[in-house]
């Protein structure tokens, strides 16, 4: 009785934070989702000048851990060039996921747009389609539902590893856990935090599974 | 007058010579088929002929109006892109694998490239849609999605998709060789009743049936040449060309 | 799907106002009052270390202030916001305090509190007869004068004077057993300087408790080895038998005393409040 008295009361305080793990997760993945198309085309272009940049660019974000990027933009980059010294912690961990998870959703994208039957591309071209017509029209719709299992699993792996913005002092859930974990020293608080992180998951897992089961139609 | 000629036109994939100086000329509402054994680069040939690949030396006359000339892969014509669209859609396309647009309906995929590309206004594309349904017989089908059509239903409804934008020829990739053989004989019928229409059609194809019937002259190609071009009962009475006594034994 | 997309992206234009509105808000360096007391934590934007005793007594400032604190899971952290001007303040134990002051241009010490919270080693419940050996060792540092040059070459000052009077060579009692033989396993958060942290090429540790464990070591004739382990697992740690004591800058509190062993003090200390210096 205690403990579950104990449990309601830092209910507010977990809740609260749970807010920041959130609204990282779901920002930082639209805009990663929207950069990720430029780069996902970039990377199939025949351009150089396009590939290039698009490659290196994954290659970095995909290269290096996540955490580091989170210090560089919030500590590295102030030091080196004051001007670019970002007050917000959530602008800077929205900044550094949004960079990061763009890589990782560029090579889902790409390997959808790739999984695509080459025949579609031919027939789109053989009506007359311009490439980016077929791409908008004809492949990336098509590319869309095969994406959606990975992106999820992306996002899924997201709303985790927001963890990490505890370096640059963000009090997200899982720091808000540990913070009261140790003032308290009760090692109690996890539990609701599980509950918590499991509702999460469970509601954009049911999300994502109502988005494909819409874009399955033709099917 | 001819709507295709190619001069010369020849095609290597690296080091291995696909086409070898191949000379034809397709005049207006002629029905021509090629057949030919598998390799002999029928449908490389067909799919030079819309730019799906490039050639590597030759020209390409459309309406006798230069396409496209290659010496060595280089092109030696540069067609702005409007003239370049509009000459491509003198030609109507049709696959062996039909290639539909599975996440549109059937009515969307015929009228996606007429909207897109000619600015057709969706109303009259759509009814213009309906009614080259119809006239592939599947008017019934116009809101379905094509994973619910048989592989001969979706090879008429890319028949169809392909009349819309209005061609002046026809090319036909091998269209019934992925059909299950109790539905080859509907998309044949389609075929025969667009060349009764007087439509001017180039068909790769293995349905000697048909080329006996429904074309004015058969090509035989085989080794990327062309080996004899015959009237129909001339070619399949008395083929002229070692290869071609070969094939035709072979296939009856 | 468009309809999808563009809820997400108007959800995601709010959420990014609100992170800047946020980020304005945060920007400590607003308030030009020097902050001088923790009662004057009004308004003002300060870092703690999570689980630290400055982290417990500024929650209970925020009952009666407005202070936005930032709870870090490394203090280090705390003073490169503080230098970047991202927070106002850093509330922190003098021994830190004293590191990132001294000798500094960037940092000056504005506050220290009168009565300190001290810091002791912490042993288990059940493991007397080692934390006899300790208390006598540490009672040996204190009598041949090492504890104090100690104390001058990691704090510049000594926070050990006048913890211990030991006037009579003290005898280390034996009979102690250790998990490993011959080896004296300590846990420590290595990252808070100067108490315990890495060189600048990170392969050794330092620092004024790394020193006191291998003096300690070296009067029990035993190895030391150290288990680097983050502050907030490290009571935990101490619990399942993962290290014989922790030298950690463990503060002494009722809690701790009434749940394990710690020594008598070794090191005052005292709380403090850092900012930028005032000059620049």
């Given at each position: 009785m205690n403990a579950f008295q104990q449990i309601i009361d830092w209910m507010p305080t977990l809740i609260n934070a749970t807010g920041v793990t959130i609204a990282l997760s779901v920002?930082?993945?639209?805009?990663?989702?929207?950069?990720?198309?430029?780069?996902?085309?970039?990377?199939?272009?025949?351009?150089?000048?396009?590939?290039?940049?698009?490659?290196?660019?994954?290659?970095?974000?995909?290269?290096?851990?996540?955490?580091?990027?989170?210090?560089?933009?919030?500590?590295?980059?102030?030091?080196?060039?004051?001007?670019?010294?970002?007050?917000?912690?959530?602008?800077?961990?929205?900044?550094?996921?949004?960079?990061?998870?763009?890589?990782?959703?560029?090579?889902?994208?790409?390997?959808?747009?790739?999984?695509?039957?080459?025949?579609?591309?031919?027939?789109?071209?053989?009506?007359g389609l311009s490439y980016t017509q077929a791409m908008m029209l004809v492949i990336i719709p098509q590319a869309y539902r095969r994406m959606i299992p990975p992106v999820a699993n992306e996002f899924i792996m997201v709303l985790k590893d927001t963890s990490l913005v505890s370096v640059i002092a963000l009090t997200d859930l899982t720091f808000q856990t540990k913070i009261i974990a140790s003032n308290r020293a009760s090692s109690l608080v996890y539990i609701p935090a599980m509950i918590i992180y499991l509702c999460l998951t469970g509601i954009f897992t049911i999300v994502f599974n109502r988005l494909e089961k819409k874009l399955s139609i033709y099917e | 007058m001819s709507i295709i000629r190619t001069v010369d036109l020849s095609k290597k994939f690296g080091t291995l010579e696909v086409l070898k100086d191949v000379n034809l000329e397709v005049n207006s509402k002629e029905v021509i088929a090629i057949v030919g054994p598998s390799g002999a680069g029928k449908s490389t040939y067909l799919r030079s002929l819309n730019g799906l690949e490039h050639i590597t030396n030759g020209e390409i006359y459309i309406d006798d109006e230069l396409f496209d000339k290659r010496v060595h892969g280089i092109p030696q014509v540069k067609l702005d892109h409007a003239k370049k669209v509009e000459m491509l859609l003198r030609m109507g396309?049709?696959?062996?694998?039909?290639?539909?647009?599975?996440?549109?309906?059937?009515?969307?995929?015929?009228?996606?490239?007429?909207?897109?590309?000619?600015?057709?206004?969706?109303?009259?594309?759509?009814?213009?849609?309906?009614?080259?349904?119809?006239?592939?017989?599947?008017?019934?089908?116009?809101?379905?999605?094509?994973?619910?059509?048989?592989?001969?239903?979706?090879?008429?409804?890319?028949?169809?998709?392909?009349?819309?934008?209005?061609?002046?020829?026809?090319?036909?990739?091998?269209?019934?060789?992925?059909?299950?053989?109790?539905?080859?004989?509907?998309?044949?019928?389609?075929?025969?009743?667009?060349?009764k229409s007087g439509m001017t059609m180039l068909v790769v194809t293995h349905e000697m049936g048909f080329a006996k019937e429904v074309a004015d002259k058969v090509v035989f190609m085989c080794d990327g040449q062309i080996a004899e071009i015959a009237k129909p009962n001339e070619f399949f009475s008395n083929p002229q060309h070692p290869r071609a006594k070969q094939f035709l034994g072979s296939i009856l | 799907m468009k309809k999808i997309l563009a809820i997400g992206l108007i959800a995601m234009m709010s959420f990014s106002l609100v992170a800047c509105g946020g980020g304005s808000k945060e920007n400590g360096s607003s308030s030009s009052a020097r902050i001088d007391d923790p009662l004057n934590f009004d308004g003002a934007s300060v870092a703690v270390q999570t689980g630290t005793t400055a982290a417990n007594s500024i929650n209970k400032l925020k009952e009666d202030q407005e202070v936005d604190v930032h709870e870090y899971e490394q203090i280090t952290q705390g003073f490169s916001d503080l230098k970047l001007g991202r927070v106002d303040a850093v509330y922190v134990d003098s021994v830190v305090a004293a590191y990132y002051t001294n000798d500094s241009k960037d940092f000056e010490m504005t506050w220290k509190s009168d009565e300190g919270e001290p810091m002791a080693i912490c042993l288990g419940k059940d493991n007397e007869a080692l934390f006899n050996a300790i208390e006598a060792g540490i009672d040996t540092l204190y009598y041949d004068g090492t504890m104090a040059k100690l104390a001058d070459k990691n704090f510049g000052e000594d926070f050990t004077a006048d913890l211990r009077e030991v006037t009579e060579k003290p005898t280390i009692p034996g009979g102690y057993k250790t998990i490993a033989e011959g080896t004296l396993t300590v846990g420590a958060e290595v990252g808070y300087p100067p108490m315990e942290y890495t060189t600048e090429d990170g392969k050794d540790f330092v620092g004024f408790d790394i020193d006191v464990a291998d003096a300690l070591g070296e009067l029990l004739g035993l190895d030391v080895k150290f288990v680097n382990t983050s502050f907030d697992g490290i009571f935990a740690g101490l619990e399942k038998g993962q290290y014989d004591c922790i030298i950690s800058a463990v503060s002494i509190t009722k809690d701790r005393q009434e749940k394990y062993l710690l020594t008598k003090p070794y090191v005052s200390n005292a709380l403090c409040i850092v900012t930028q210096a005032s000059d620049k």
């Open positions: 920002t930082s993945v639209i805009t990663a989702l929207i950069l990720s198309v430029f780069l996902a085309l970039g990377k199939i272009s025949k351009f150089k000048a396009l590939r290039y940049p698009s490659t290196v660019y994954v290659f970095f974000f995909r290269g290096t851990p996540l955490l580091m990027q989170l210090f560089f933009i919030y500590y590295t980059l102030p030091n080196l060039i004051p001007s670019l010294t970002i007050t917000s912690r959530f602008l800077a961990a929205f900044i550094a996921f949004s960079l990061n998870v763009a890589a990782y959703l560029a090579e889902i994208i790409r390997a959808a747009i790739q999984s695509i039957d080459k025949g579609q591309m031919e027939a789109a071209k053989s009506l | 396309m049709v696959f062996q694998r039909f290639n539909l647009f599975p996440h549109k309906t059937v009515l969307e995929n015929i009228t996606l490239a007429p909207i897109k590309v000619k600015k057709v206004k969706l109303e009259v594309a759509r009814k213009q849609g309906i009614e080259l349904l119809d006239r592939v017989g599947l008017s019934d089908k116009v809101d379905a999605y094509p994973s619910k059509l048989s592989g001969g239903q979706q090879q008429r409804v890319a028949i169809a998709r392909a009349l819309a934008m209005e061609p002046e020829i026809m090319l036909f990739d091998e269209p019934t060789s992925a059909l299950d053989p109790e539905l080859v004989g509907e998309v044949l019928t389609v075929m025969s009743d667009l060349a | -």
